[in-house]
T-cell receptor, first 112, second 116 residues
Framework: GEDVEQSLFLSVREGDSSVINCTYTDSSSTYLYWYKQEPGAGLQLLTYIFSNMDMKQDQRLTVLLNKKDKHLSLRIADTQTGDSAIYFC????????????FGTGTRLTVIP | GAVVSQHPSRVICKSGTSVKIECRSLDFQATTMFWYRQFPKQSLMLMATSNEGSKATYEQGVEKDKFLINHASLTLSTLTVTSAHPEDSSFYICSTPRGQGSYEQYFGPGTRLTVT
């Protein structure tokens, strides 16, 4: 079955860039997503990338996809304390399937 | 604004009782809704897929008689945890694609269930 992995923790200083990494195993993934979860809250869709793209930039967020290595990353530029949260990558599998498979989540701590 | 709502946001119940959680899509019709469960400090795990007008599809290991899903209308799916036990305490989140085949999936704010 699908397997999505992330490192559990990341700490950065305010103003620095954060890079959160994710690896997945399903080569038929069509879309890959990044979600943000703040304490006690649901998931907020940050951005997504289609599997035929290498990069997508959206304001402070840059997503890089290496399909050959099945590696996805999320870079947050000028990280702020409000960015402290858990970040989940998720992948949507075969065409037509809508459910998502999530990574374990990376807890980002931004140090003032 | 929010496109998917859940109710209640937080519930505490006694062991052996049943709890119903509602998931509503706002301003659009949701023929499919997904129910996830998240244990503390863990990722989300898909429990079941709720289809309007038909039976839900459950993931392996999820008891369909314990977690009753009803999707009676295009904007409402309910998850009922029957005869709840402390190990059912978790964060339950629903989600739905915005439209048929849509790549965007919207999540509810979640319901925290505590069974005492």
């Amino acid at each position: 079955g699908e397997d999505v992995e992330q490192s559990l923790f990341l700490s950065v200083r305010e103003g620095d860039s954060s890079v959160i990494n994710c690896t997945y195993t399903d080569s038929s993934s069509t879309y890959l997503y990044w979600y943000k979860q703040e304490p006690g809250a649901g998931l907020q869709l940050l951005t997504y990338i289609f599997s035929n793209m290498d990069m997508k930039q959206d304001q402070r967020l840059t997503v890089l996809l290496n399909k050959k290595d099945k590696h996805l990353s999320l870079r947050i530029a000028d990280t702020q304390t409000g960015d402290s949260a858990i970040y989940f990558c998720a992948e949507r599998g075969q065409t037509g399937a809508n459910n998502l498979f999530f990574g374990t989540g990376t807890r980002l701590t931004v140090i003032p | 604004g929010a496109v998917v709502s859940q109710h209640p946001s937080r519930v505490i119940c006694k062991s052996g009782t049943s709890v119903k959680i509602e998931c509503r899509s706002l301003d659009f019709q949701a023929t499919t809704m997904f129910w996830y469960r998240q244990f503390p400090k863990q990722s989300l795990m898909l429990m079941a897929t709720s289809n309007e007008g038909s039976k839900a599809t459950y993931e392996q290991g999820v008891e369909k008689d314990k977690f009753l899903i009803n999707h009676a209308s295009l904007t409402l799916s309910t998850l009922t945890v029957t005869s709840a036990h402390p190990e059912d305490s978790s964060f339950y989140i629903c989600s739905t694609p915005r439209g048929q085949g849509s790549y965007e999936q919207y999540f509810g704010p979640g319901t925290r269930l505590t069974v005492t």
